[in-house]
């Protein structure tokens, strides 16, 4: 890791996180254990909840996922609350996490393990080695409901199990699931933290197929809040009439000529739903200034001046690198 060149002016009093066990919870430990910081950390049900604690205290930080490396997914949820509540909250700071995922037990191996359980992106992060290792084991996800349908897990050769609870969508409620119910002969795969809570035993670890899978989070503050770093990337949330990625980024890197050494980043084409933008191909755009004194709102000019592909940007903040875990 390297984080030297970002420091806390003032001190974070709660870290919002959401999910326990989830991998965004897991970045939060992460954090405050680099930073070495006196924070305590609240971990609430889902983003929006998250984001509302921050609005209501000043001194919080939310840690939430931006962009992940490996399918290509930008985090619906986080841009849509910077976009809501931008003028009062901020990025302040973005990490690289490694995804690791570990398969627990209440048998002491692999062996004899006849139902698999997680959610439906682990899942599919771990679909080798399920294959090789318990291709005749069941697979089953613990779900709430919406947004994922029955016919996705059928697509995805996946059992779905309804429960309730507001932790319904993530690993650790998958493990305090068959905890509760007593289940026997059962895989949970989840953060190395879930096992030892639960009292499981690691059968398997670092069972994900793609051992370079990585997730950028943001760490999101008050608008107020202070800290000491080299703001360099430029977060842009960018809506276009094509649906061309490479035509759009062609365009970009064309229209913004007059600065060469800038770097320019896709990192994903976004869902297209009510809570964002209707009507045309959005996506997520950070441009790293590369150490030049570049203001945001010259990049938003030059942008919106690419009338063949932008129809409008909105700039969701400037912020610069904490660290990058494994480096």
């Known amino acids: 890791m390297s984080g030297d060149e970002f420091k806390f002016i003032e001190v974070p009093g709660t870290l919002f996180s959401y999910g326990k066990y989830s991998h965004t919870h897991r970045a939060t430990l992460l954090i405050k254990d680099y930073f070495e910081l006196q924070a305590e950390i609240q971990c609430d049900s889902d983003i929006r909840t998250a984001f509302n604690s921050l609005l209501n205290n000043e001194k919080g930080l939310v840690v939430t996922p931006l962009f992940n490396n490996t399918d290509n997914k930008a985090i619906a949820g986080t841009i849509e609350n910077l976009r809501q509540f931008g003028r009062r909250l901020k990025p302040i700071g973005k990490f690289r996490m490694r995804i690791e995922n570990n398969l627990f037990s209440d048998l002491p191996s692999t062996k004899g393990i006849t139902r698999t359980y ?60 068959v905890i509760e119910e007593g289940l026997k002969n059962v895989g949970v795969i989840g953060t190395r933290d879930m096992g030892k809570d639960f009292g499981l035993n690691m059968v398997a670890e670092g069972i994900e197929t793609n051992k370079s899978n990585a997730t950028d989070f943001l760490l999101i503050a008050s608008s107020t809040f202070k800290v000491d770093c080299e703001e360099s990337l430029h977060l842009f949330f960018v809506r276009s009439l094509s649906g061309d990625q490479r035509n759009v980024l062609h365009a970009i890197k064309k229209g913004l000529y007059s600065y060469p050494t800038i770097l320019i980043n896709i990192l994903a084409p976004l869902p297209t739903a009510e809570t964002l933008s209707v009507g045309a191909y959005n996506y997520l755009l950070e441009i790293d200034t590369a150490g030049q004194i570049i203001f945001s709102a010259e990049i938003g000019e030059a942008l919106i001046g690419i009338d063949e592909v932008i129809v409008d940007c909105e700039c969701l903040g400037t912020y610069g690198l904490l660290l990058s875990e494994g480096e």
Do not use: D
């Open 118 to 177: 997680t959610h439906p992106q682990i899942f599919l992060q771990c679909e080798e080695w399920l294959k090789k290792n318990l291709s005749k084991a069941q697979q089953i996800v613990i779900w709430p409901g919406p947004p994922v349908t029955a016919m996705k897990f059928s697509e995805w050769k996946l059992s779905p199990q309804k429960i309730s609870g507001t932790e319904a969508y993530t690993s650790g409620s998958c493990a305090r699931y």
